[in-house]
């Protein structure tokens, strides 16, 4: 193993674990941005078999009012529970920073004009756009 795999692995993991955790537990108040890295949001969903809230720190991009997220389980061909929980309730909160408020989650296909310029392949993962104008969310072509 490369020193780089290693250090993704045992140091890079580890990071991002303590950040969802102080980012969650500050309710957005720190942590929106990583340094170098993406903004985050906080999707707040509740769980589609036991109705417990859950709560996952995504990155996003912007488009117009609306949020997007990819719904990648690190390249997995199962997408992640939380995109199982939108799928089952679509009406969720979400924080950006410390400001939260309530979206809709709606399917973005892999002809959405959001989606232009994306690669294509034949690993399949879901997206979903949230925003105060709607969401969309849904399964498109991811790059690797």
Known sequence: MD?????????G???LM??????IASDGRIGHTIPGGPSNLILHTVGAKTGQKRDNTLSYARDGDDYLVVAS???DP???G???NLNANPNVEINVGPKRFSV????VTPDDPTMRGCGRSSTTCGATRTGTSGTRSGPHDRSR
């Open 3 to 11: 020193i780089s795999r290693w250090l993704e692995q045992n140091v």
């Open 13 to 15: 993991a580890r990071l």
């Open 18 to 23: 303590l950040h969802d955790k102080v980012y």
């Open 73 to 75: 389980k690190g390249g």
């Open 78 to 80: 199962k997408a992640p």
């Open 82 to 84: 939380w995109y199982h």
């Open 104 to 107: 809709t989650a709606k399917p």
